[in-house]
């Protein structure tokens, strides 16, 4: 595992076994507010705090939108487990696998005094590309856990990558 700073962030390099995260998806609209609607509607129904009471870190995984129009991309918030572990907790039909190959993984640290939203505005693709890395599209998604943030609480991003050299 390497280490650096980008612009105040911390960036950890870390390399990760194939794995799978399992969840509830929906697609969605990168406006402000979709992904928040849908954190509320799982929030409301109980079904976020079942999944956090079963395994812990709940994720919120971005991919592509799979080819619709209406949407940017394909939300799913998801634990690191099976499907049929994370039916035993919320029984629905509805649920989506994501499957992580094996990769590299920049984990940026968003400490309690730092924004998020800063991280997004200097763009994590642009904060890799600095020290020598690209997203790694045979992942295909992203993580985060921004929907636990609140001021002066750190938040994680994590960014499937492969070295451009």
């Not at 980008?6 to 969840?23: D, M, Q, T």
């Not at 693709?125 to 790694?136: D, E, H, S, T």
Request: net charge negative; glycine share 10%; hydrophobic share 40%.
């Amino acid at each position: 595992m390497s280490e650096c700073v980008s612009h105040g962030f911390i960036i950890e390099i870390e390399h990760k076994p194939a794995r799978i995260f399992a969840g509830v998806s929906r697609f969605v609209k990168l406006n402000g507010k979709d992904i928040f609607e849908f954190l509320n509607e799982l929030n409301g129904d109980g079904r976020l705090s079942a999944l956090e009471g079963a395994f812990g870190q709940v994720w919120v995984g971005l991919s592509g939108n799979e080819g619709k129009n209406d949407a940017d991309c394909r939300c799913t918030v998801c634990v690191e487990a099976e499907a049929d572990r994370v039916r035993e907790v919320i029984p629905t039909a509805s649920l989506y696998r994501l499957c992580a190959v094996e990769s590299d993984w920049a984990i940026f640290h968003v400490a309690p005094e730092q924004s998020p939203k800063r991280l997004h505005e200097i763009g994590v693709y642009n904060m890799i590309a600095q020290i020598g890395y690209r997203f790694n599209w045979r992942v295909g998604f992203h993580l985060d856990n921004e929907h636990e943030w609140s001021r002066g609480q750190g938040m994680t991003f994590m960014l499937p990558v492969e070295s451009m050299s």
